[in-house]
């Protein structure tokens, strides 16, 4: 079972354009959701976070939408530029009672930002 | 250190063959956790440690799989009679909270079982 769904597997943007990924998910106990940019040979990083009791959050040129109804967030990159290049994914995980759940990742987006 | 440290980068191991492979953590950091990462797909959670225990090993695969940090710093993962189906990049992140939000990843060792 694929807790979370993301979308398009992979991504051409030109230069200067914006980058859109969707990512859907299932458990309505998740609390804390974050998007990692990975580099090829490299751990992923994070790049923002958002909880459920926001609809959106910016943090420079990326901005992360949230619809706890329709359980689905998006991750916006502005401005895209050939250094976005990279394999983006979502993830989701329950933070509540100060415990630990491990992430649950989406399967990624390969994302080409062309010069 | 300044980051996640994780050794040896690459292994590869014949099927059968016992692995270790170790995380050093950021110096401080209470939460670890481990990660594997199958070609082409998202990571998926094998296990976490707060501080020296092991909170949660749901994501262990088999009984063959197992991890351990028993001063609550560095951790080794362990994998035994190594299959094809282990090949994998394993992650290892480390986090100041008792969370698992802003944690940061090593990168990674990958293994791959002939």
């Known amino acids: 079972q694929q807790q979370v769904k993301q979308s398009p597997q992979s991504l051409i943007v030109q230069k200067g354009g914006i980058s859109i990924i969707n990512c859907a998910y299932e458990n309505t106990a998740f609390d804390y959701f974050p998007w990692y940019q990975q580099f090829p040979g490299k751990g992923p990083a994070l790049l923002i976070a958002?909880?459920?009791?926001?609809s959106e959050k910016k943090e420079g040129r990326f901005t992360i939408s949230f619809n706890k109804s329709a359980k689905q967030f998006s991750l916006h990159i502005m401005d895209s530029q050939p250094g976005d290049s990279a394999t983006y994914f979502c993830?989701?995980?329950?933070?509540?009672?100060?415990?630990?759940?491990?992430?649950?990742f989406g399967k990624g987006t390969h994302l080409i930002i062309q010069p | 250190g300044a980051g996640v440290s994780q050794s040896p980068r690459y292994k590869v191991a014949k099927r059968g063959q016992d692995v270790a492979l170790r995380c050093d953590p950021i110096?401080?950091?209470?939460?670890l956790f481990w990660y594997q990462q199958a070609l082409g797909q998202g990571p998926e959670f094998l296990t976490y440690?707060?501080?020296?225990?092991?909170?949660?090993k749901s994501g262990l695969p088999s009984d063959r799989f197992f991890a351990e940090r028993p001063e609550g710093s560095v951790s080794t993962l362990k994998i035994q009679r190594t299959q094809q189906e282990d090949s994998a990049v394993y992650l290892c992140?480390?986090?100041?909270?008792?969370?698992?939000?802003?944690?940061?990843f090593g990168s990674g060792t990958r293994l791959t079982v002939v």
């Open positions: 110096s401080g950091h209470v939460s």
């Open positions: 440690f707060q501080n020296e225990a092991q909170l949660d």
């Open positions: 993830a989701a995980s329950r933070r509540a009672g100060g415990g630990a759940d491990g992430l649950t």
């Open positions: 958002i909880r459920p009791d926001v």
């Open positions: 992140a480390s986090s100041a909270s008792r969370g698992s939000d802003g944690y940061t």
